[in-house]
């Protein structure tokens, strides 16, 4: 059967607004500008669109599923005649919508799933203990180690005001879509469309933060950029301030399952906070995973173990040139870019 809907109409400002509506989607769309060649193709096709000057002409053709009725009124208010109703009830249409009023609903449908369904990357929120910890360079090296595995991986900036993760990549200069543009999408996303223009820094596509005025993306809009990160990537990584992980419950789309990993500087106080916020992450999240943070004249890594009652996944190294490379935005080498190529390994492809 053909993906590509099929329109079924004769007025031309319908057919040329759905033929945008699906242009920009990117499933393609046919049109029937008569009724022969609609009773060609009526069981020929996944969906059906069909126009309210038509629909009528229509009734007494086998029920099927997945029959919307589109009526084109762009200047106008009034309710759809009762006649429109008629024929939508006589064809099984599921639907009768306005346009361009219902445009946002007509979008989504006309917008081509990104890759097969059941296709699903891994999700790693990468989170510290405290301020400082160094999340923001475990995330951005995790990123990094994934693209030299040749894994496909998407570095999200889940931190607002945090002045933007492309400055950590030497990108903030580098034009591209960022969240100032993404914070109110709704649905799904046409990956064709949006992954090219993100920047790519390294060769790591970035979903960052910028230097704008504060914006807070809403749920929807992470539900959208997570579900195109999983149908499209190996592995989705997410930095995310601590805040933000403990809220988890007030704006994670519930359906996505994504495991927390909590960055904890080998010192006392650090390791008391994360004693508190993995308490209360364990409830929240699928699963939550300490790395530690070697300090100077820090503890071990297995009293913090003990200290926490959690196995530890990785230990980053006290490695001074990590903060330079920041500031230089480049990816971290050394010891550092080997600790996270190790904790690479632990993220699989799915």
């Known amino acids: 059967m053909d993906a590509r809907p099929l329109l079924i109409t004769a007025n ?69 005649p009762s006649r429109a109703w008629q024929a939508a009830l006589a064809l099984g249409a599921e639907q009768l919508v306005e346009l361009p009023a219902a445009d946002a609903w007509l979008a989504e449908l006309l917008t081509r799933p990104a890759v097969a369904p059941g296709a699903k990357g891994r999700v790693v929120i990468v989170t510290g203990a405290c301020g400082g910890a160094g999340a923001s360079s475990l995330a951005v090296g995790l990123a990094a180690a994934e693209h030299r595995l040749g894994r496909k991986a998407l570095l999200v900036d889940g931190d607002f005001a945090g002045g933007g993760l492309d400055l950590l990549l030497g990108a903030e200069a580098q034009a591209g879509t960022r969240w100032s543009e993404l914070t109110n999408l709704t649905g799904r996303l046409n990956a064709d469309s949006l992954l090219p223009s993100l920047p790519s820094p390294s060769g790591i596509p970035l979903v960052s933060a910028s230097r704008g005025p504060f914006l807070q993306a809403t749920s929807q809009a992470w539900e959208s950029i997570l579900n195109l990160g999983q149908q499209n990537f190996d592995c989705l990584i997410v930095d995310l301030p601590r805040a933000q992980a403990l809220s988890v419950d007030q704006w994670w789309p519930t359906q996505i399952a994504a495991e927390l990993w909590c960055v904890v500087p080998t010192r006392i106080r650090a390791i008391a906070a994360a004693a508190i916020c993995i308490e209360h992450w ?63 390994t632990e993220l699989p492809v799915s």
């Open 12 to 80: 031309r400002q319908l057919s040329e607004h759905v033929r945008s509506l699906a242009g920009a989607g990117g499933l393609g769309l046919e049109v029937a500008e008569n009724v022969e060649h609609a009773r060609a193709e009526w069981d020929l096709r996944e969906q059906l669109l069909i126009g309210d000057d038509l629909c009528e002409a229509l009734i007494g053709l086998p029920k099927r599923r997945a029959v919307s009725i589109l009526r084109w009124q762009p200047l106008q208010q009034e309710d759809a």
């Open 282 to 344: 364990g409830q929240t999240w699928s699963s939550v995973r300490v790395i530690a943070r070697q300090t100077d004249r820090g503890i071990a890594t297995s009293d913090l173990s003990r200290a926490l009652g959690q196995p530890v996944l990785g230990t980053l190294p006290h490695d001074s040139a990590v903060a330079a490379s920041g500031e230089l935005g480049e990816v971290s080498s050394g010891a550092f870019a080997r600790a996270c190529m190790q904790l690479a």
